[in-house]
């Protein structure tokens, strides 16, 4: 057989074989039974270009298409053939992104190419723009997109800095508060200091979540409640409006009222959220603030009842006790560094190292905290999360120091210690930042330790219980209100156990050799 003709078979017989395989996966794709014209047409053009697979059909292959069918067809028709093109794509795609590995594979990553929104794997994107006549629009090479990326999103940001500074001043200007505002700025009310951490501010509520009107009113009616007559912290009111708005957001998407809402879709609602809780303290926060919300508009007579038993979903909660001590050779090492640290940092470290406060405590603290009494060092906190006052004794080293800082510094008696930048109490989230920042900057262990604040706290106790003081003397002196949480933070078993091990078998009567030998003198008895 000449070697021209032995050519063409093969190249034939591979063509054959590209066009099986690409029409059994559009036809498993698109779920055809049997492919008409345009179908057989996308599948001989891709096969022709050496396409094996559909995954690898893009935008620059779609221009090639239109070429190729320009010259068959009229090019009013093209469009149609385009279409069929674009939908195989979007089908393999919708397909694909089902699985993990599928929606890393159809993941748009930003770099030199051409993009098209109809085959990004966002597809309410995709759905977005399917009308769309003038797709030309919708092509964006990586440069030119970029560029406009940045552009656009600065020029959003600086319209939502005026806009959200002009809703800002308009909600506090106004004489009467605007209850009906979908944002509510918290500074306009007169909220009992007791119930605020100035360390972790809440500084405005939005409603905007939630698009029905009526649900996002009895909201608003609800949290006028909440924080007019409630005496909860706010934290802890913020916290009970996040789940339900999450909730009314949900049902608010489906066009649903929450006055209508029945057993059966806030149980499905509910077990969604179960799925997602990794606690059941977590879960059954969230069970209690839709119930209470419930309740309230069963009072208020909105509803004649509420419409689901809370008690059915409540989950047991088992306390698990976490060590979270620190090791001694880490805190060590932060300590023999901690000259390179900010002073600011390194004050605010030795409150936790030192007394093992609350971080929020330590970024509350005012000037007239420390005093000494009969020879003993002492300071005064507030409790922001228990709402009370405590006094604890001080080491005569911190008393010092301190007594150096807000010399220094100029802090009056009534001053925040460590202040933001407005004078207001220092931000918790911020000094965890910044430590762990510095943490890394020191290679504290090799650059493996991660900041935690509350560990401290937990090692202060442990410390204490180690040194033989007693649970209830924790308790007091960490601010606790219950010994079932002092226990919580005492990691006392390893080293407690060592210890009377040690003891124990320090005793020649209770070693290991004497209990084999008495064994031995027993069986010689018997």
């Not at 979007?90 to 089902?98: A, D, G, H, S, W």
């Not at 949900?250 to 066009?255: A, H």
Request: proline share 2%; aromatic share 12%.
């Amino acid at each position: 057989m000449p070697a021209v003709l032995q050519q063409w078979i093969e190249k034939s017989e591979e063509r054959n074989r590209r066009i099986q395989q690409l029409r059994n996966e559009v036809t498993e794709i698109m779920e055809l039974n049997v492919m008409d014209v345009t179908y057989r047409m996308l599948v001989e053009f891709l096969a022709d270009e050496g396409i094996e697979h559909i995954s690898e059909m893009d935008y620059i292959l779609r221009k090639r298409y239109e070429v190729y069918m320009s010259e068959l067809i009229k090019e009013k028709s093209v469009s149609r053939y385009l279409r069929i093109f674009d939908k195989v794509k979007q089908e393999y795609i919708r397909k694909r992104i089902e699985t993990p590995m599928g929606r890393l594979e159809c993941q748009w990553t930003y770099k030199n190419t051409i993009l098209f929104i109809p085959y990004h794997s966002d597809q309410k994107i995709v759905l977005s723009v399917e009308r769309v006549k003038n797709r030309s629009n919708m092509v964006w090479d990586f440069q030119i997109f970029l560029e406009r990326k940045i552009e656009n999103e600065q020029r959003r940001n600086r319209l939502r800095s005026i806009v959200g500074l002009a809703c800002r001043i308009t909600f506090l200007q106004t004489k009467e508060i605007r209850w009906d505002a979908t944002i509510w700025y918290l500074e306009k009310f007169k909220i009992p200091k007791e119930r605020l951490n100035p360390s972790d501010p809440v500084e405005r509520i939005s409603f905007r979540e939630v698009l029905h009107p009526e649900n996002r009113k009895l909201l608003q009616e609800y949290m006028k409640y909440e924080i007019g007559i409630g005496e909860m912290a706010i934290s802890t009111v913020y916290e009970k409006f996040r789940i339900i708005r999450n909730f009314l957001k949900e049902i608010s998407d489906e066009q649903q009222k929450v006055t209508t809402c029945d057993a059966e879709r806030i149980d499905q609602y509910l077990k969604k959220r179960q799925e997602d809780a990794n606690e059941a303290k977590t879960f059954n926060t969230q069970v209690t603030s839709i119930q209470y919300f419930f309740k309230f508009l069963e009072v208020r007579g909105y509803v004649d009842k509420v419409p689901f038993r809370a008690e059915y979903y409540w989950e047991k909660q088992i306390l698990v006790h976490h060590d979270r001590c620190v090791e001694e050779d880490v805190y060590m090492e932060i300590i023999q560094k901690l000259s390179n640290f900010p002073e600011h940092l390194r004050m605010m470290f030795l409150h936790l190292w030192c007394i093992g406060l609350r971080i929020s405590e330590v970024c509350t603290l005012k000037g007239d905290a420390y005093y000494r009494q009969k020879g003993d060092y002492w300071m005064k906190i507030y409790q922001v999360k228990m709402k009370n006052y405590k006094r604890v004794p001080i080491p005569e080293a911190l008393y010092d120091l301190m007594q150096v800082y807000l010399n220094k510094n100029r802090i009056a008696k009534e001053d925040y210690i460590f202040q933001n930048r407005k004078g207001g109490a220092f931000s918790k989230s911020t000094f965890n930042e910044q430590m762990k920042k510095y943490c890394a900057a020191c290679d504290i262990q090799n650059g493996e330790y991660l900041f935690k604040s509350h560990d401290y706290r937990h090692t202060v106790a442990t410390n204490l219980y180690d040194h033989g003081v007693s649970r209830q003397g924790i308790r007091d002196y960490l601010g606790h209100n219950y010994e079932e949480m002092t226990m919580q933070y005492i990691d006392y078993m390893p080293k407690k156990i060592a210890r009377r091990n040690e003891e124990y078998f320090s005793d020649e009567k209770n070693s290991l050799l004497s209990y084999v030998q008495k064994g031995e003198k027993d069986e010689r008895k018997s």
